[in-house]
């Protein structure tokens, strides 16, 4: 079973806009983590934002933000006043005992595009 | 610049080549991964050293060869590789210590391999 589900494989918005992307994870654990990283058409995978799961408050960082919902296991990742430097893969990963052991594991990615 | 380098940038190898991939980060980590990044494939774990244990998905064919000297470098050496193990390779590091970025992977540009 896929452990985290990223249901919007690309997404478009308008510079300036605000863009909302989706994703669901699968766990039975209550203490594990949660990231968005981005991955710019350099390739580099650069950490955009990290929720714990053990906090009630929303992580921000800047023009980022996020809506976690633990019981229904949502994990959205909120772009504002979005720039054209932010068009990227964005890939939302889960961090926590997998089979045992602990594991970072990645949906499949959504891509952002950016219109001027 | 996230702190972790990784060489060469570009590859390209027959299928009775060896190689060798370098990863070297620079920010006091003691934790190691090598990454598999497909077209239309969530990133795939292939190797962890943690404090000099090395963890192993089972699905990795034995030609990819990981080598961890010490906490700052790490290698995936490869040889006799197949067309479909072209992808990027992408190093990451986290730190084991406790603190606030403990759970979190920094990666680096990755190595664009192109088996022949």
């Known amino acids: 079973a896929q452990t985290v589900t990223q249901s919007q494989p690309e997404m478009s918005v308008q510079e300036a806009e605000t863009v909302t992307l989706s994703c669901t994870y699968d766990t039975s654990e209550s203490d594990y983590y949660l990231f968005w990283y981005k991955q710019p058409p350099s390739r580099q995978m650069i950490l955009v934002i990290r929720q714990e799961a053990y906090k009630q408050q929303n992580a921000t960082e800047n023009r980022f933000s996020v809506n976690f919902q633990k019981a229904a296991k949502s994990f959205s990742l909120k772009i504002s006043d979005s720039q054209l430097g932010d068009a990227a893969m964005y890939f939302c990963?889960?961090?926590?005992?997998?089979?045992?052991?602990?594991?970072?594991?990645f949906g499949q990615g959504t891509r952002l595009t950016i219109n001027p | 610049e996230t702190g972790v380098t990784q060489t060469p940038r570009h590859l390209v190898m027959g299928m009775t080549n060896k190689k060798s991939l370098k990863c070297e980060q620079h920010?006091?980590?003691?934790?190691m991964y090598w990454y598999k990044q497909s077209a239309k494939k969530p990133l795939e774990l292939m190797f962890v050293?943690?404090?000099?244990?090395?963890?192993e998905n089972n699905s990795v064919p034995s030609r990819f060869s990981p080598e961890c000297p010490n906490s700052s470098h790490l290698f995936l050496h490869l040889h006799t590789l197949q067309p479909e193990d072209s992808a990027l390779y992408l190093c990451?590091?986290?730190?084991?210590?406790?603190?606030?970025?403990?759970?979190?992977?920094?990666f680096g540009p990755g190595t664009r391999l192109l088996v022949l």
């Open positions: 990451a590091s986290r730190s084991n210590l406790w603190g606030g970025s403990r759970e979190t992977q920094y």
């Open positions: 920010l006091g980590h003691n934790a």
């Open positions: 990963a889960y961090r926590g005992l997998i089979q045992g052991a602990q594991k970072l594991v």
């Open positions: 050293y943690s404090l000099e244990e090395r963890v």
